[in-house]
């Protein structure tokens, strides 16, 4: 019994080993068309980088191996290209493509077993423009992306200026002369998970906290591998959670205040949602979820109590981050970015954070600042009507003062 038992068990071995292993490989390659799905685009996130990610990318052992995928449910893989650090990412999980699939299939009115996700963008695409004459790329988004309707942030607040940048900035000066397939592109981007768009308009190298984009390919986005999430901070000691928390609120000021005119909110806080690269720095890794205001928008059009900064007052929200886009999108300025730093991330029992970054503030740092009462007050102000932002040029310098 116990040899046929350890025959059947080396032949199964040498059956994997030699055969199964062409049919069914036991690592996962990102250039593999059923990985990245090469065969949607443009229903897919891009394609410049497939070059890349043939000859030079590397995921680590962990990553690739097959059986394991079932533990990745988020579709984050880890690696190296060049020897740069990197994260590819499917930007959602499986059922949620799969989901956004059968949609646009449905739309098409494609029965999905027989459906390419790119016939049936094609097919809404020509349904919505007739004559394929368009040379309003910046419309023809819009009208795409209501009919087929999406559940992420990035156009929420209506502003053309947002688009138009954007497609100078990744596709180059002239708008009208946006690809077709370019446009389906950043169409389903939108759609499904507009970080690759976001990463490349923010980019680290004008300053903003985010991830150095490389490049999609299908429906992967390979971009630069941060670190650990700031949960691995809540038991620092106090100099790493106050360098921290400063910089948490340095980057909330800049998404409030910036050069571009365009206010970032935040519209999900948590410590994973954060990372801290090896020098200390602290940045944002999920771009999914933001609202973009445009200034200049709201100050053209005007609405009521346009001037007026919106204050966040934490209503109908125990467990949660509250806002009201409606609002957000018609303010020239918010406090919703301090609101969601400190209610969420910094004081103790915070949504995000039961201990809040900022526990157990030393004892002569108590004595000697204000910095418990100042962040109370940020996280929610005494006097409700009161906006947060005279105070955080106050908080940021008292916490200056002790780094
Ligand atoms: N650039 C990066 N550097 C380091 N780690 C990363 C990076 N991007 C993602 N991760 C890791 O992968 C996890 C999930 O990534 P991401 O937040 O983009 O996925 P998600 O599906 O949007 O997650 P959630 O829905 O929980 O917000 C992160 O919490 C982090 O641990
Ligand atoms: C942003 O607004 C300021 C002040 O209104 C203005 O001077 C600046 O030119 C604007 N910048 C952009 C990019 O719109
Ligand atoms: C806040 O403002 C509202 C309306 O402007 C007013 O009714 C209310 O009394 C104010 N609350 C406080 C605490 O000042």
Redesign the pocket.
């Known amino acids: 019994m116990r040899i046929r038992r350890t025959f059947y068990f080396f032949a199964f071995l040498i059956f994997y080993i030699f055969l199964h292993r062409k049919i069914f490989p036991f690592y996962i390659k990102v250039s593999e068309d059923s990985f990245n799905n090469f065969e949607f685009c443009p229903a897919c996130y891009g394609t410049k980088f497939c070059p890349q990610i043939l000859n030079n990318l590397e995921l680590a052992t962990e990553s690739k191996i097959r059986l394991f995928k079932f533990l990745n449910a988020k579709n984050v893989y880890y690696g190296q290209i060049n020897n740069a650090e990197i994260v590819a990412k499917k930007l959602a999980h499986d059922w949620e493509l799969e989901k956004m699939d059968k949609k646009l299939c449905d739309l098409a009115e494609i029965s999905y077993i027989r459906c390419n996700p790119k016939d049936a963008l094609y097919f809404i695409y020509r349904k919505l423009n007739p004559n394929e004459e368009n040379r309003d790329p910046i419309n023809m988004i819009f009208k795409l992306v209501s009919h087929i309707e999406t559940v992420t942030d990035i156009l929420k607040c209506k502003s053309k200026r947002l688009l138009e940048y954007g497609i100078e900035k990744i596709y180059g000066p002239n708008v009208e002369d946006l690809k077709t397939d370019e446009l389906l592109e950043l169409v389903y981007t939108i759609l499904v998970n507009p970080e690759p768009i976001i990463l490349q308009l923010f980019p680290p190298q004008e300053g903003w906290p985010f991830p150095r984009y490389h490049g999609t390919c299908g429906r992967v986005l390979v971009e630069e591998y941060i670190g650990p999430s700031l949960s691995s901070v809540m038991d620092a000691d106090w100099p790493t959670r106050l360098q921290v928390s400063y910089q948490l609120l340095q980057l909330a000021f800049l998404f409030t205040h910036n050069?571009?005119?365009f206010s970032l909110y935040l519209t999900d806080v948590s410590l994973d949602n954060f990372a801290l690269s090896p020098d200390g720095s602290v940045f944002l890794i999920d771009a999914e979820s933001l609202l973009f205001a445009d200034?200049?928008q709201i100050s053209k059009d005007q609405p009521a109590g346009w001037r007026e900064p919106c204050i966040s007052r934490g209503e109908g929200c125990h467990d949660c981050l509250s806002f009201s886009v409606e609002d957000l999108c018609s303010h020239v300025t918010a406090d919703h970015n301090y609101y969601a730093i400190c209610h969420s991330l910094l004081i103790p029992g915070g949504y995000a954070s039961d201990r809040g970054l900022l526990h157990d503030i030393p004892p002569e740092v108590e004595a000697s600042t204000e910095l418990r009462s100042l962040i109370q007050e940020c996280a929610m102000p005494s006097d409700p009507n009161q906006s947060r932002l005279p105070l955080v040029p106050r908080l940021l310098q008292t916490m200056r003062s002790l780094i």
């Open positions: 050069h571009l005119n200034k200049v």
